[in-house]
């Protein structure tokens, strides 16, 4: 077959009512029909999303007229007797204000090409062009992407040209449109660009692009001690931080040069400020996270990603790896490029091994199989996942901790996970875009560990990824210095539930197996009114100041609505358990 360039045109020509006019030219379709569609899900977030469900009309023009395909399931349509030359048009739907979607307004425009760009069957391996078209009156509009441009020169009714060699890389480099507030700085010599979309008055740009800036330099050292050459450069000229800014949100989606985030207005530092705001460690760790996984996960790869199937759920018992570790990582670098010190580094550490022993879902499902399930299980959290589920985030986290320590305890502290993860990216992720593709064997890992380190941890991997029961972090963490303590941080009888302030009182979100609600038959969505007929009020505080007057053992009588239905129940009130973890340095005890 002849190469011929896709060219898609993005316009998005209603604003009001969030739509993009999407336009696919296919100079030639070499057979008698041609199949488009949209991918079901976005790589990174592993839920099937139906990206085709927002796409409002599609038609396409061939033979000098404009045609209607055929459905023929649920992401795909069929264009008949179209050899020769076809252009696809698709209006679609853009209002999910979200990393993994697409949404349009009057003030900017932030898109995934998994929302908005038709794959052509057969045509995968096509080089693609993208012109994004200037929505009308909008002039002081530019476009933001780490898609390398065409030319940086625009005529006046365009945003830009770009071109991604293939669909897999067309699909991995999202765009913001607007007038969004940017920072640039170079890390290791590599441009970054920081694009913050929404209002944010007085936003300090300069300490965010120092505090980045260290982040990734550590980052790109780590893998590349020598060359120290960052890994998004096999992709792309600069590597794009696109923030959205929103009262209240956090998350991020990763892709090759770039990556999407929400966050938090008040998580940001601004000018004049005298304190630095407490959630502005939780933002630096958000894009610590997401430009670790640069190297773990979009270049280094379970072999279940190498290619990603975009029509269903592709999976991997791995995943306690590709984001678990990327989760240690996150704020270990935050440490060693100090942004933060020894002492925050601890408490973000023991705030997570608080977190993931607060669930007895840790004791039923294992990592492997967090992994695996997280396309019906974790992304599909519903009031029980506590009880029900382990987070291949949080105590895939605590893995990588684990073999961290005794990798450094068995080598004589010769070797460490840096190591492992440097080897992981020489195997894997090296050549990933340039070379063969290949990724890590569902089995492979811990061959891999032994050979870089000498250590074996074959046992310990089964016992932590395929067990279930915690893992023995205090002997541990006490070799290298460090006191794991559990102390109970609550001096009230404690209730085992979850709450949430639900207008004039507080609604049981969650209710934790084994606990006194649990043991009355309480249960998630009933509404607290009285506790031995006083009003329960709708804080936290107030009821904890209701129940500061009773005693572990002390049985209360509790009214509820459950639906319309008051409800009368006895809970026997237990000892708040010693629950929260603390690390706190000990040097006289490091061997
Ligand atoms: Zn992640």
Same mark, same amino acid.
């Given at each position: 077959?002849?190469?011929?360039?896709?060219?898609?045109?993005?316009?998005?020509?209603?604003?009001?009512?969030?739509?993009?006019?999407?336009?696919?030219?296919?100079?030639?379709?070499?057979?008698?029909?041609?199949?488009?569609?949209?991918?079901?899900?976005?790589?990174?977030?592993?839920?099937?999303?139906?990206?085709?469900?927002?796409?409002?009309?599609?038609?396409?023009?061939?033979?000098?007229?404009?045609?209607?395909?055929?459905?023929?399931?649920?992401?795909?349509?069929?264009?008949?007797?179209?050899?020769?030359?076809?252009?696809?048009?698709?209006?679609?739907?853009?209002?999910?204000?979200?990393?993994?979607?697409?949404?349009?307004?009057?003030?900017?425009?932030?898109?995934?090409?998994?929302?908005?760009?038709?794959?052509?069957?057969?045509?995968?391996?096509?080089?693609?062009?993208?012109?994004?078209?200037?929505?009308?009156?909008?002039?002081?509009?530019?476009?933001?992407?780490?898609?390398?441009?065409?030319?940086?020169?625009?005529?006046?009714?365009?945003?830009?040209?770009?071109?991604?060699?293939?669909?897999?890389?067309?699909?991995?480099?999202?765009?913001?449109?607007?007038?969004?507030?940017?920072?640039?700085?170079?890390?290791?010599?590599?441009?970054?660009?920081?694009?913050?979309?929404?209002?944010?008055?007085?936003?300090?740009?300069?300490?965010?692009?120092?505090?980045?800036?260290?982040?990734?330099?550590?980052?790109?050292?780590?893998?590349?001690?020598?060359?120290?050459?960052?890994?998004?450069?096999?992709?792309?000229?600069?590597?794009?931080?696109?923030?959205?800014?929103?009262?209240?949100?956090?998350?991020?989606?990763?892709?090759?040069?770039?990556?999407?985030?929400?966050?938090?207005?008040?998580?940001?530092?601004?000018?004049?400020?005298?304190?630095?705001?407490?959630?502005?460690?939780?933002?630096?760790?958000?894009?610590?996270?997401?430009?670790?996984?640069?190297?773990?996960?979009?270049?280094?790869?379970?072999?279940?990603?190498?290619?990603?199937?975009?029509?269903?759920?592709?999976?991997?018992?791995?995943?306690?790896?590709?984001?678990?570790?990327?989760?240690?990582?996150?704020?270990?670098?935050?440490?060693?490029?100090?942004?933060?010190?020894?002492?925050?580094?601890?408490?973000?550490?023991?705030?997570?091994?608080?977190?993931?022993?607060?669930?007895?879902?840790?004791?039923?499902?294992?990592?492997?199989?967090?992994?695996?399930?997280?396309?019906?299980?974790?992304?599909?959290?519903?009031?029980?996942?506590?009880?029900?589920?382990?987070?291949?985030?949080?105590?895939?986290?605590?893995?990588?901790?684990?073999?961290?320590?005794?990798?450094?305890?068995?080598?004589?502290?010769?070797?460490?996970?840096?190591?492992?993860?440097?080897?992981?990216?020489?195997?894997?992720?090296?050549?990933?875009?340039?070379?063969?593709?290949?990724?890590?064997?569902?089995?492979?890992?811990?061959?891999?560990?032994?050979?870089?380190?000498?250590? +074996?941890?074959?046992?310990?991997?089964?016992?932590?990824?395929? =067990?279930?029961?915690?893992?023995? $972090? @205090?002997? %541990? &963490? #006490? /070799?290298?210095?460090?006191?794991?303590?559990?102390?109970?941080?609550?001096?009230?009888?404690?209730?085992?539930?979850?709450?949430?302030?639900?207008?004039?009182?507080?609604?049981?979100?969650?209710?934790?197996?084994?606990?006194?609600?649990?043991?009355?038959?309480?249960?998630?969505? +009933?509404?607290?009114?009285?506790?031995?007929?006083?009003?329960? =009020?709708?804080?936290?505080?107030? $009821? @904890?100041? %209701? &129940? #500061? /007057?009773?005693?572990?053992?002390?049985?209360?009588?509790?009214?509820?609505?459950?639906?319309?239905?008051?409800?009368?129940?006895?809970?026997?009130?237990?000892?708040?358990?010693?629950?929260?973890?603390?690390?706190?340095?000990?040097?006289?005890?490091?061997?």
């Amino acid at each position: 077959m002849t190469t011929q360039t896709l060219h898609y045109i993005v316009e998005p020509h209603d604003l009001a009512g969030h739509r993009l006019k999407v336009t696919l030219k296919i100079a030639r379709v070499a057979k008698s029909n041609q199949v488009v569609g949209l991918p079901a899900w976005i790589p990174g977030s592993y839920l099937i999303r139906d990206f085709s469900r927002h796409i409002e009309s599609i038609r396409g023009r061939h033979g000098g007229r404009w045609h209607q395909p055929k459905k023929i399931d649920d992401h795909h349509w069929s264009f008949d007797g179209c050899a020769g030359s076809l252009t696809v048009e698709i209006v679609v739907y853009a209002w999910d204000f979200s990393v993994r979607g697409a949404h349009v307004d009057d003030s900017h425009a932030f898109f995934n090409g998994t929302s908005v760009f038709l794959m052509a069957k057969g045509l995968e391996d096509q080089p693609c062009k993208v012109e994004i078209n200037r929505p009308a009156g909008k002039r002081s509009w530019r476009a933001y992407t780490s898609m390398p441009a065409v030319s940086t020169r625009t005529a006046a009714d365009s945003l830009g040209q770009f071109v991604a060699p293939n669909y897999d890389a067309l699909i991995d480099h999202p765009f913001e449109l607007g007038t969004p507030a940017v920072i640039a700085f170079e890390a290791c010599g590599a441009p970054h660009r920081m694009v913050f979309t929404g209002v944010i008055p007085n936003l300090d740009t300069k300490r965010i692009a120092r505090d980045v800036k260290r982040i990734c330099e550590a980052q790109i050292k780590l893998f590349d001690p020598h060359m120290a050459r960052a890994a998004f450069l096999d992709s792309a000229p600069a590597y794009v931080f696109m923030t959205m800014v929103t009262g209240s949100g956090y998350g991020g989606l990763e892709h090759r040069a770039s990556t999407a985030l929400v966050c938090s207005r008040q998580d940001l530092p601004t000018l004049h400020q005298t304190q630095t705001p407490d959630g502005y460690v939780n933002f630096l760790g958000l894009v610590s996270h997401e430009y670790f996984h640069t190297w773990n996960v979009k270049r280094i790869k379970p072999a279940a990603f190498v290619p990603y199937d975009l029509t269903k759920p592709n999976h991997t018992r791995l995943l306690w790896l590709f984001e678990g570790f990327t989760s240690y990582y996150d704020d270990l670098m935050l440490l060693r490029s100090q942004v933060i010190d020894e002492q925050k580094y601890l408490q973000q550490l023991a705030k997570t091994i608080t977190g993931v022993h607060a669930g007895p879902g840790r004791l039923k499902q294992s990592l492997a199989s967090s992994s695996f399930d997280a396309w019906t299980k974790y992304y599909k959290q519903d009031e029980n996942a506590p009880n029900a589920i382990s987070s291949y985030y949080a105590k895939g986290s605590l893995v990588a901790l684990a073999l961290d320590l005794v990798i450094r305890q068995r080598s004589d502290q010769r070797f460490s996970l840096d190591d492992v993860m440097r080897a992981l990216w020489d195997k894997f992720g090296v050549l990933f875009y340039q070379g063969q593709p290949t990724g890590l064997s569902e089995t492979g890992f811990a061959k891999l560990v032994f050979e870089c380190t000498g250590v +074996d941890v074959r046992t310990e991997l089964v016992k932590w990824v395929e =067990g279930t029961s915690d893992i023995e $972090l @205090k002997p %541990l &963490l #006490a /070799a290298q210095g460090i006191e794991l303590n559990w102390v109970c941080k609550d001096t009230t009888p404690a209730l085992g539930a979850n709450l949430k302030p639900d207008g004039e009182s507080l609604t049981v979100r969650q209710v934790i197996e084994g606990g006194p609600a649990h043991r009355s038959g309480l249960s998630a969505g +009933d509404r607290l009114l009285a506790c031995n007929g006083l009003r329960i =009020g709708n804080t936290l505080k107030h $009821l @904890k100041d %209701l &129940l #500061a /007057a009773y005693q572990p053992g002390d049985e209360i009588l509790l009214t509820t609505f459950r639906d319309d239905v008051l409800q009368e129940r006895l809970v026997a009130l237990a000892e708040a358990p010693a629950s929260t973890a603390e690390l706190k340095p000990n040097p006289a005890k490091a061997r």
